[in-house]
């Protein structure tokens, strides 16, 4: 348990739905984003503005079932109080996993050394109606080797520019991707991946673009090119926020 009266950096393990949420990080006019969330939540336990610290940033409509945060602050209530407090308050589709006070120095962002995420799919016809909040559906199962084969192509440190979704990003959009696991498992298709990081939209980019190749729109050697371009315009569509996950970092 904290001492009264000390300030201290605490970690969280966050899971959410993010269906209905405009994305993890603040909104102007909005109190509906993730971030928004938690921090009114500590505000209101502390009695003090609170700021919560995500290890990333996931978009309106993305999900995560491992999300690390931190923050400082106040509070005489031990970990599993402030866990029990804070699932007490935050709406049904934020789930507070786990509360741990850590080093001051700290940080979820900065200190994370890889992240993973996974894209999933549903092949089929028929609607998928219980999990149609959580996955792409396509009508046809497209062709995993062709995409395996992209995606070798696609691992390893490169100038991602063509899989960013943000035309005015200033900083450098090289980014290092060390596994890219497709898998069909009955009627779900899942893209898992892990990096040191990833760009704006980069995740869903690189889903779009490879359910192109396994449709037959593109051949995997036109990864190459499409990397060397450095042009969004030439990349595939940008899959729908519903299906990506972010599953945990590393630390």
Same mark, same amino acid.
């Given at each position: 348990?904290a001492?009264?009266?000390?300030?201290?950096?605490?970690?969280?393990?966050?899971?959410?739905? &993010?269906?209905?949420?405009?994305? @993890? /990080?603040?909104?102007?006019?909005? +109190?509906?984003?993730?971030?928004?969330?938690? /921090?009114?939540?500590?505000?209101?336990?502390?009695?003090?503005?609170?700021?919560?610290?995500?290890?990333?940033?996931?978009?309106?409509?993305?999900?995560?079932?491992?999300?690390?945060?931190?923050?400082?602050?106040?509070?005489?209530?031990?970990?599993?109080?402030?866990? *029990?407090?804070?699932?007490?308050?935050?709406?049904? +589709?934020?789930?507070?996993? +786990?509360v741990?006070?850590?080093? +001051?120095?700290?940080?979820?962002?900065?200190?994370?050394? &890889? $992240?993973?995420?996974?894209?999933?799919?549903?092949?089929?016809?028929?609607k998928?109606?219980?999990?149609? $909040?959580?996955? @792409?559906?396509?009508?046809?199962?497209?062709?995993?080797?062709?995409? =395996?084969?992209?995606?070798?192509?696609?691992?390893?440190?490169? *100038?991602?520019?063509?899989?960013c979704?943000?035309?005015?990003?200033? $900083?450098?959009?090289?980014?290092?991707? *060390?596994?890219?696991?497709?898998?069909?498992?009955?009627?779900?298709?899942?893209?898992?991946?892990?990096?040191? &990081?990833?760009?704006q939209?980069?995740? =869903?980019?690189?889903?779009?673009?490879?359910? /192109?190749?396994?449709?037959? $729109?593109?051949?995997?050697?036109?990864?190459?090119?499409?990397?060397?371009?450095?042009?969004?315009?030439?990349a595939?569509?940008?899959?729908?926020?519903?299906?990506?996950?972010?599953?945990?970092? *590393?630390?």
């Open positions: 348990m001492e009264n009266g000390k300030r201290q950096n605490y970690k969280f393990l966050i899971a959410y739905d &993010g269906t209905r949420y405009l994305g @993890w /990080e603040h909104q102007p006019g909005t +109190d509906m984003t993730i971030q928004g969330k938690l /921090e009114n939540v500590l505000s209101r336990m502390t009695g003090t503005q609170v700021e919560v610290i995500g290890a990333g940033r996931t978009d309106a409509g993305v999900h995560a079932r491992n999300m690390t945060a931190n923050a400082h602050m106040i509070t005489s209530l031990g970990e599993e109080e402030i866990r *029990d407090y804070m699932n007490s308050y935050l709406p049904e +589709d934020i789930c507070i996993k +786990d741990r006070i850590c080093s +001051d120095r700290f940080h979820s962002r900065y200190n994370a050394l &890889g $992240k993973t995420y996974r894209y999933t799919c549903y092949v089929g016809r028929l998928p109606v219980f999990d149609r $909040k959580y996955v @792409w559906t396509l009508e046809a199962a497209p062709d995993i080797d062709r995409m =395996r084969q992209a995606a070798a192509f696609l691992t390893g440190t490169h *100038d991602f520019a063509s899989f979704g943000n035309p005015r990003m200033k $900083k450098s959009t090289v980014r290092k991707v *060390d596994l890219i696991d497709i898998v069909l498992k009955g009627s779900y298709l899942t893209l898992t991946f892990h990096g040191t &990081g990833f760009l939209y980069m995740v =869903r980019i690189l889903t779009g673009t490879l359910i /192109e190749v396994g449709q037959g $729109k593109r051949e995997p050697e036109s990864m190459e090119a499409l990397i060397e371009a450095r042009d969004r315009r030439l595939g569509v940008t899959a729908p926020a519903c299906g990506l996950c972010m599953m945990g970092s *590393d630390y």
